[in-house]
């Protein structure tokens, strides 16, 4: 039951618990109906039961595959998004980081600091090939 459920119902774990939802506030009802149809008729009572176990089962599966997704996920490294972080940094960014952390002492701070300015101000002067070109 278990494939055929997690066959026909949607990817996302969102979409799931959703399915899940809907079923139990279908199933619910049906069984009370069912259980107060066997005091008057049996057959329709019967009925009410036979539906609302199967709508039962159903969102019990979807919840089962929404924990096993929930489950296999990776869990969130935070180191990842320091790194992600780090990778985005401006040059002039890790230099300030470094400092404040104390990996550089004032003098060494300040003379790279220096040089990235330097480096920038040449990359920002145009070069001899652009300027014939303009």
Not at 10 to 31: D, F, K, N
Request: glycine content about 8%.
């Amino acid at each position: 039951m278990f494939g055929l459920v997690h066959r026909y119902a949607p990817q996302s774990p969102a979409g799931r618990t959703a399915t899940a939802i809907i079923a139990c506030l279908i199933g619910v009802p049906a069984l009370v109906f069912g259980l107060i149809g066997l005091t008057g008729n049996v057959a329709a009572g019967l009925l009410f039961l036979l539906f609302s176990a199967v709508t039962l089962s159903v969102a019990g599966q979807l919840i089962r595959g929404v924990v096993r997704q929930a489950n296999a996920a990776p869990m969130a490294n935070p180191q990842d998004d320091q790194q992600t972080h780090e990778a985005n940094e401006t040059p002039i960014g890790t230099l300030r980081r470094r400092y404040a952390e104390g990996e550089l002492d004032d003098e060494a701070f300040e003379r790279r600091l220096d040089q990235l300015i330097e480096t920038e101000e040449l990359e920002q002067q145009p070069t001899e090939r652009e300027r014939v070109l303009e």
